[in-house]
């Protein structure tokens, strides 16, 4: 039997569910913190080994999709996601949680890479534009849910480290039976000349040209700190949210996480028509505000400073990630557009892992506060800088240079 209804739809509705598993357990950090008596770098580490998962599953896995067809990959990905989130349910120690958010980040990957050449696929021609904007939007809805369902359930369901993936492993597997019913188009389906081979599963890095490698590190300053700052809120704001405002608990911080994916999504359409040079210059700057906002809030612990440094960092992120996507695509030659694509991300998944492992390692030894101040001196000292330079720099002012 053939599921009725639209396979974009479909589609869409796959790829939330799957990608809302990866940051579900954000706002339970501190609940898994006090149950196993965990130090704030292990906290760090659980956080940085599921990106790494996450980064393996786009060096080795991010050209399955155009060989073995979209649905196999986005089937495989929800299989991947649904045993990791088992795993991270029934999880009795950190090594246990460890293995299972190491899967979910692989599933994440596959899962982005696979659904962003469906939904293109499903879509008509001449619609790139809205495709790209719809699958953004669709990621960081299913992104953003994670933490939110996440919060909720952790502030109001009994036993939270176990019920509150529950809803994830019943969507999932809702979303794996759709795929496997579904009727898509022949257009979809893969070339059978293109076989797998291990060659396939190679990493494909690349880097520019030597005219556009200064224009290029300056790109990839922006997903480095957009990551960095996002993955300080995913991963240790549980830990210090108590003194920024004055509510407690997994909702506050899964709402706070929520609201900057959502956010983000948000400005990124509405900053869609901005200049790059000046959308790349007012996203550094509105997270090195929004940083400073964060070291002032955790003496004077104002509920109105936590919102706006929210807000900025949601600014921040998007508008970073919209003038870097733009960048990549002006700089990138056909012939080396996935590797400089797959080079700009690594760069980003880099920099939300090197930072949180410092930050953890610093709240052991000095406290959280040292290490968020720590964390916050370093992103406001290089996004000014790198601020500074992507403005001035040619290459970002006029597409033809």
């Known amino acids: 039997m053939k599921l009725k209804g639209s396979p974009f739809v479909w589609v869409s509705f796959a790829m939330i569910v799957g990608v809302m598993g990866t940051a579900l357990i954000s706002p339970l950090y501190a609940l898994y913190k006090e149950a196993w008596h965990l130090q704030a770098s292990d906290i760090s580490l659980i956080y940085v080994l599921y990106m790494g998962g996450a980064l393996c599953g786009l060096l080795f896995l991010g050209r399955m999709p155009d060989r073995a067809g979209f649905r196999r990959v986005m089937q495989c990905g929800l299989v991947l996601a649904l045993i990791g989130t088992f795993?991270?349910?029934?999880?009795?120690?950190?090594?246990?949680?460890?293995?299972?958010?190491?899967?979910?980040?692989?599933?994440?990957?596959?899962?982005?890479?696979?659904?962003?050449?469906?939904?293109?696929?499903?879509?008509?021609?001449?619609?790139?534009?809205?495709?790209?904007?719809?699958?953004?939007?669709?990621?960081?809805?299913?992104?953003?849910?994670?933490?939110?369902?996440?919060?909720?359930?952790?502030?109001?369901?009994?036993?939270?480290?176990?019920?509150?993936?529950?809803?994830?492993?019943?969507?999932?597997?809702?979303?794996?039976?759709?795929?496997?019913?579904?009727?898509?188009?022949?257009?979809?389906?893969?070339?059978?000349?293109?076989?797998?081979?291990?060659?396939?599963?190679?990493?494909?890095?690349?880097?520019?040209?030597?005219?556009?490698?200064?224009?290029?590190?300056?790109?990839?300053?922006?997903?480095?700190?957009?990551?960095?700052?996002?993955?300080?809120?995913?991963?240790?704001?549980?830990?210090?949210?108590?003194?920024?405002?004055?509510?407690?608990?997994?909702?506050?911080?899964?709402?706070?996480?929520?609201?900057?994916?959502?956010?983000?999504?948000?400005?990124?359409?509405?900053?869609?028509?901005?200049?790059?040079?000046?959308?790349?210059?007012?996203?550094?700057?509105?997270?090195?505000?929004?940083?400073?906002?964060?070291?002032?809030?955790?003496?004077?612990?104002?509920?109105?400073?936590?919102a706006l440094g929210v807000t900025l960092t949601a600014m921040g992120h998007g508008m970073s990630m919209l003038a870097g996507m733009g960048m990549v695509n002006r700089i990138a030659k056909p012939n080396n557009r996935s590797g400089l694509l797959s080079t700009y991300l690594v760069i980003g998944y880099i920099g939300s892992m090197l930072p949180m492992m410092a930050i953890g390692w610093i709240a052991d030894h000095w406290g959280m506060n040292v290490a968020v101040c720590t964390f916050c001196i370093f992103v406001i000292a290089l996004a000014l800088t790198v601020a500074f330079f992507f403005q001035r720099h040619p290459r970002m002012r006029a597409a033809g240079l």
């Open 87 to 306: 795993i991270s349910m029934v999880a009795w120690n950190m090594g246990s949680l460890i293995v299972g958010r190491m899967i979910v980040g692989a599933a994440s990957s596959m899962l982005t890479t696979s659904a962003t050449l469906g939904l293109s696929q499903l879509s008509r021609a001449g619609q790139m534009q809205r495709v790209a904007m719809v699958t953004g939007f669709l990621m960081a809805l299913g992104f953003g849910l994670g933490p939110l369902v996440g919060g909720i359930m952790g502030q109001w369901v009994a036993y939270p480290l176990v019920t509150t993936y529950i809803p994830t492993l019943l969507l999932g597997s809702l979303g794996l039976f759709a795929l496997t019913r579904l009727e898509l188009p022949e257009s979809t389906l893969p070339d059978n000349a293109q076989r797998l081979h291990w060659r396939d599963a190679l990493p494909k890095l690349t880097w520019p040209e030597t005219k556009d490698s200064i224009a290029f590190v300056l790109t990839s300053a922006l997903p480095f700190m957009a990551f960095g700052v996002f993955g300080l809120y995913a991963s240790m704001s549980p830990l210090f949210l108590d003194k920024l405002v004055p509510w407690h608990g997994p909702f506050v911080s899964g709402t706070a996480i929520a609201v900057i994916l959502l956010a983000s999504a948000c400005v990124q359409i509405m900053a869609g028509r901005l200049p790059t040079h000046w959308c790349g210059f007012g996203g550094l700057l509105g997270l090195a505000l929004s940083n400073a906002l964060l070291m002032v809030n955790l003496w004077a612990g104002s509920a109105i400073l936590f």
